[in-house]
């Protein structure tokens, strides 16, 4: 998700925070800092409003936080890999990188986060009645309650990818039985919820609440895309449930021996050919692949005197089994951000599968299955 820059590791989650978390990190302390405090407490030193604005700024992300690792943790409990934990513009999200493996298990990491929330709202509000002798502590902390309160409700409502609208989905796959169908639905109703988020939006913006009105807009438009590509992303896994690599992969790939140089790949494979990667095998086996990118940092000048092994890529992330699902090698070729994969059996290299691969294949399933609807 673009600029990313980790900040901690908590109990193993990697904590990140996007770039645009800042922007949102000054608009809350702006927002508090000249609106709700000096209009709740209007007797306060002038600095006081900003330092106040500021802290609570950086405990409501520090409550997103705690709210984020409640489903980390019980996603990880439930033996959901994770990829960490970004905080950006609109709160945070824990990227879990495969669906749950029953409705219960998608109902407990859903449900965790609202209620941690309220235990949060519940905890600051006790805080501040014990504090109430500090003003402006009591201040801070009785906010905190109140948006940690908003924040269990706002996540309640049922719309996917809100954590209501897990919830709803958890509802609709034990019922139905089928993830696709149920992923549908909440989508359908994340739609719903989007629109009235940005219609209020505009409204808002009509009756002179600028910055809430688009801020409420952005809410509903982001969470529209996101219920759209949660959509997606089940109906691919729904189509290559089930299928091989070895089904959809090229066979006995070509390859090229360690010493080639790097001029002759990119003269007769990349320009004539167009091919943008081939692996590289010596006498035991796969040693490597070597792809334009590779070549991309090696200067012209030196292409005829360096030779592919020297600035091949090698790691076995980049390789799956031939009986592996599709769906992990496209889980491997996001997060990686390549474009093929070597299909190894063992050091044995038996096959290519590129992202064009799938693609073709989901386009041609989706055409058969257009044609089958009607
Ligand atoms: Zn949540």
Not at 7 to 30: D, E
Not at 140 to 157: D, H, T
Not at 174 to 184: H, P, Q
Request: hydrophobic share 50%; net charge negative; charged share 15%.
């Amino acid at each position: 998700m673009g600029t990313t820059i980790r900040i901690a590791r908590i109990a193993g989650i990697p904590i990140h925070i996007h770039i645009t978390w800042l922007i949102a990190l000054f608009l809350v302390t702006w927002t508090l800092g000249v609106g709700y405090y000096p209009n709740e407490y209007p007797n306060w030193d002038g600095y006081l409003y900003w330092a106040a604005g500021g802290g609570s700024a950086l405990l409501l992300f520090l409550s997103v936080l705690v709210h984020e690792l409640a489903h980390s943790l019980v996603a990880l409990d439930k033996g959901l890999p994770l990829s960490g934990i970004t905080l950006f513009i609109f709160g945070g999200v824990s990227a879990i990188k495969l669906e749950a493996h029953t409705p219960g298990d998608e109902f407990w990491v859903a449900v965790v986060g609202p209620v941690t929330s309220l235990a949060l709202a519940a905890a600051f509000a006790l805080a501040g009645d014990l504090v109430s002798g500090a003003a402006v502590l009591s201040a801070i902390l009785r906010y905190l309650a109140f948006i940690n309160l908003f924040l269990a409700l706002f996540n309640l409502v049922p719309g996917f990818p809100l954590d209501g609208g897990r919830v709803l989905r958890a509802a609709a796959w034990a019922i139905t039985g089928n993830l696709a169908k149920a992923t549908a639905l909440a989508a359908g109703a994340g739609h719903v919820v989007a629109f009235l988020l940005m219609a209020w939006g505009v409204f808002q913006l009509f009756s002179g609440n600028l910055l809430g009105g688009v801020w409420t807009a952005f809410i509903g438009w982001f969470l529209h895309g996101a219920a759209e590509s949660s959509r997606q992303e089940v109906a691919v896994q729904e189509t290559f449930r089930g299928i091989k690599v070895s089904a959809l992969m090229e066979p006995d790939p070509e390859y090229l021996s360690p010493d080639t140089p790097v001029g002759t790949f990119v003269r007769e494979q990349v320009l004539h050919r167009g091919r943008r990667a081939l692996p590289i095998c010596d006498g035991n086996g796969l040693a490597g692949i070597i792809s334009v990118s590779d070549v991309k940092v090696l200067p012209e000048t030196l292409w005829d005197a360096t030779t592919v092994s020297d600035i091949m890529t090698w790691s076995p992330l980049l390789c799956v089994a031939p009986d592996a699902e599709v769906t992990e090698a496209l889980q491997l070729l996001s997060e990686h951000q390549v474009n093929q994969l070597m299909v190894v059996d063992g050091r044995t290299l038996v096959g290519l599968i590129t992202r064009s691969h799938i693609l073709d294949h989901l386009q041609f399933r989706q055409e058969l299955g257009a044609r089958g609807n009607r």
